[in-house]
Structure formats: C-alpha cells, structure tokens
C-alpha cells in the first residue's frame, strides 16, 4: 500500500527518511491525478519493502506544498536522505517512474 | 509457447477504449496497452459536448469507458511501447520495457502531446508557473495575475476557468479571430477579469524561482513585456508518431497517421484510431475518437475473422 503524507507526518516519514521516496503531491480536483493514482498504487506494491512510495493531498497538506513550492500538479519527487534528487511534473509511465527509482 | 494475440491496441484513451469494447464483443483475444490511463482527456474540466452528459469531467467519463472495457474482460497493462516490428512469419512483435507481445494485429490509439512553445525560459520554469493544465494548476494562483497562451477551445476554457481563481487573465493569441467555439467565446466577451490580446506572440519567460514576466513581440499598452505569475500554454497538440514512422506506417506531411475508411494504415494489419490519425477531417473530438476506435476494432475483425 502506499502511505498517506500530511504536514503532520512528512517530516518523520520523508524528510528523515535516509532512504528514497517517492512523493506523489496530488489533488482531488485534478485529473491526471487520479488518472496516477492507480500507477502510485501499483508502484507501492511492486516496491514494497524496497523503497517508500506514497501521496500528499495537497488541498489539505498546504504547508507541506508550499515548501516545495508546488505550482503545478501532478508533481512526482524523488527524495534520498531527505533532500529531492529529481522531479516530475504531469502524468509519467509507471516504469519512467520505477527506472528512476532504482536509479536513485 | 508463448501467446499471440489477436490484436494489440497501443494507447488507453477514448480511441483504444472504444477499440477494446468493441473488440471484447467480437471475440478478439486482445491486450491494451498505455503508458498512462488517458492523456489529455483526464485535464477536461467540463465536458459539454458528448451525447447524454449534459456536463462531465473528462476524468469521470474516462473511468467509465475503462469500467465498461473492463467490464468486457479486457487485460489492460501499463506498459509504455518502445518499438512494434513485423517478424518473418508476418506477425507484429510489440516490445515494451518488460515484454515482448505478439499479435495478428495492431491498432494505434497514442493520441497526442503537449505543444510546447520552445521559447526561453519555457522548460525552466515549467512546474514554477508555466502549465499545460489549467485544471489541474488553477488552485495555486488565487488572487495572481496569469496568462493563457491560445484561442482554441482548450485555451478559452482554460481562460474562463482560472477567473475562479485568478484576478485577471490575459488571453493572448497570435492571430486575429480567435478558432474557438462562439458558445466559449460568448462566455469570454461577459467575463471582466479576461483581456484578450490578439496578433501577439510571447518570446521569452523570464523568472528567477518562479514565473515574474513574458516579453512579447509587440507592445501592449505601450510596454513589451507583461508582468504575470503564470503562464497556461494551450496552443495545441501534436501526434506522437514515432512508433509508427518506424514501422513505415504512412504520416502525412503534418505528422498524422494517413487511414482509409476501414481505419487501417499502408500496412496490412496495422489499424489506427483517435487523435493520431488524418481520420474525421482531424476534428479530434471524444466523440470521433471513440467512432474511430469502434470502426479500426471492426476493421480488423473483418482482416482477422472473415477473411
């Protein structure tokens, strides 16, 4: 399963994480957001156990957003030790999104 | 041994959906292939022009196509197509990232891409103002001063939408008479917070973090640049052929996929469907899409099952 990030949590789950993430900064009133959610979803599983893969609601993580500066959504960031080694804006193939990864 | 397919259908948007429906329904052991679920169709805020949704969001209408394709028994895999060859027993061998499929058949239902400016500063600040989705970007320029570059249906919509968020929206257009539908351009005349600025091009986006100005080829107001937060770029969209071009499939000079009636292309076996192809007087509607889907789908039963 993918994990849910909020303000609340990002810090702890993303930010302090030595590992590599993938942040999937979504809204509901986006399309090709949830068009992506299934890919996250996928990914999740496919990865599970080797790398963290989850979403944040940017409608009600408005902190979290901010501080990436998010202007355009979907935007998929790949963080490592917590800093962000490369991003994405729009909707992605799955395996761009898992080549990255494993690169990462 | 492995499996040959009877078709393959590249793309999941409205064409490759429609396809696969109408596939299921003839018996077509198929696979539908799509880097993504949809494309453009999934930005459309409000759809008004598909029989029997007075309005919907091209999301919702999309999950229902691919609900109802399901429904059919269809396996639909998110794979990104890298190269399609015809092998020496005159079957098509679809190679994706991970796999090798084989098919009797192939349609091709891409669909097209963004068209980008390629101007300066366009892919630098993409993400820090500049968007191609004005649907999915409006929300983070409340009360901002932004532009939408176009004067099709997409950019006239998308300018009508951001004056729900935006305090003012300029619609610049590089001609004269805006193409869009009279109904948007209605809407646009009574909407006070929209400035449409005709015969006019952007060169540049400048910004240091974010979006600050654009510089234009010909003063407004007696100044060649506009200060704005945003820019939305719908200035169309353009086919993505390559998969097609390699196999020797048939473009036309503006880089479509040339069909006959039936759908197919110069290539025995090879159909194509939706945005990508010369078909429907290139009206490139939902609506055509998915008849085109439907008619590529009947094209190759009849190659396949009655021949």
């Not at chain 2, 028994?73 to 079957?91: C, D, F, I, P, Y």
């Not at chain 2, 945005?275 to 939902?286: A, H, P, V, Y």
């Amino acid at each position: 399963m993918e994990k849910v990030f909020t303000d609340q949590n990002f810090e702890a789950e993303v930010l302090k994480n030595d590992g590599v993430v993938l942040v999937d900064f979504w809204a509901p009133w986006c399309g090709p957001c949830l068009a992506m959610g299934p890919i996250i979803e996928e990914l999740a599983k496919e990865l599970d156990g080797k790398t963290v893969v989850g979403k944040i609601n940017v409608d009600e993580n408005s902190k979290t957003a901010q501080d990436f500066a998010i202007m355009s959504i979907p935007a998929l960031k790949i963080f490592k030790g917590g800093k962000v080694v490369q991003e994405f804006v729009g909707m992605q193939a799955k395996e761009v999104l898992k080549d990255a990864l494993e690169k990462a | 041994m492995q499996e040959t397919y009877d078709l393959i259908i590249i793309g999941a948007g409205p064409a490759g959906l429609a396809a696969s429906i109408y596939a299921s329904r003839y018996k077509l052991n198929h696979l539908l292939l799509g880097a993504t679920i949809g494309g453009q169709i999934n930005e459309i805020r409000n759809l008004e022009n598909w029989p029997g949704d007075i309005s919907v969001s091209g999301y919702d209408l999309l999950s229902r196509f691919v609900e109802h394709a399901k429904s059919l028994g269809v396996t639909a895999q998110s794979e990104s197509v890298v190269s399609v060859k015809k092998n020496a027993e005159n079957l098509f061998e679809v190679e994706t990232g991970k796999n090798t499929h084989k098919t009797r058949a192939v349609i091709m239902a891409m669909g097209t891409e963004y068209r980008k400016m390629n101007i300066p500063g366009e892919k630098e600040l993409t993400g820090k103002g500049v968007s191609y989705c004005a649907t999915c970007d409006a929300m983070f320029f409340r009360g901002k001063v932004i532009c939408v570059v176009g004067g099709g249906n997409a950019a006239v919509t998308s300018a009508l939408g951001l004056t729900d968020f935006a305090s003012k929206v300029y619609l610049i257009y590089r001609g004269d008479r805006l193409p869009a539908e009279p109904i948007w351009l209605e809407k646009v005349a009574a909407n006070p917070k929209i400035e449409v600025i005709r015969n006019t091009n952007i060169i540049e986006i400048k910004g240091e973090q974010k979006v600050e100005n654009v510089v234009l080829d010909k003063a407004y107001e007696d100044k060649n640049h506009l200060d704005v937060d945003g820019v939305f770029v719908e200035i169309g969209s353009e086919p993505g052929v390559e998969l097609a071009r390699t196999l020797g499939v048939e473009i036309d000079e503006q880089g479509y996929i040339k069909v006959s009636a039936d759908m197919s292309t110069n290539i025995s076996g090879v159909f194509a469907a939706g945005d990508i192809t010369t078909g429907s007087n290139k009206f490139r509607q939902i609506i055509t899409a998915t008849a085109e889907g439907a008619i590529a789908a009947n094209g190759a039963y009849k190659m396949l099952k009655l021949k």
